[in-house]
């Protein structure tokens, strides 16, 4: 079994910064890529930031230029590094692990239950 948990989340005015976190664990085998989603209320979840294991990573249109996502292999963690943040950028933020198996050699996505993040003044 494997579990996915994010931390890091809070409340920040606008302009300000915050760093998430989210690390791995249990039966892992190899990690394949990590990204961040987010879900506003109302809306649908949208991608934030991806990285693979090579470390190629890919953004969202709105965060281009502000975020920045960054892995530790040797911790099984992946990190995102938000600055200029903006009342838009209020949501949950979720954690996806893309994962094989270390018992199963089964590949999937874990996800984490998500941290809350706020930006308002």
């Known amino acids: 079994q494997v579990q996915v948990v994010e931390s890091g989340g809070g409340l920040v005015q606008p302009g300000g910064s915050l760093r998430l976190s989210c690390v791995a664990t249990?039966?892992?085998?190899?990690?394949?890529?990590m990204r961040w989603s987010r879900q506003a209320p109302g809306q649908q979840r949208e991608l934030v930031a991806a990285?693979?294991?090579?470390?190629?990573?890919n953004y969202g249109d709105s965060v281009k230029g502000r975020f920045s996502i960054s892995r530790d292999n040797a911790k099984n963690m992946a990190y995102l590094q938000m600055n200029d943040l903006k009342p838009e950028d209020t949501a949950v933020y979720y954690c996806?692990?893309?994962?094989?198996?270390?018992?199963?050699?089964?590949?999937?996505?874990?996800w984490g239950q998500g941290t809350q993040v706020t930006v308002s003044a």
């Open positions: 990285i693979v294991g090579g470390g190629a990573t």
């Open positions: 249990g039966s892992i085998l190899r990690i394949h890529g």
């Open positions: 996806t692990a893309d994962i094989t198996g270390r018992g199963t050699r089964e590949r999937r996505d874990w």
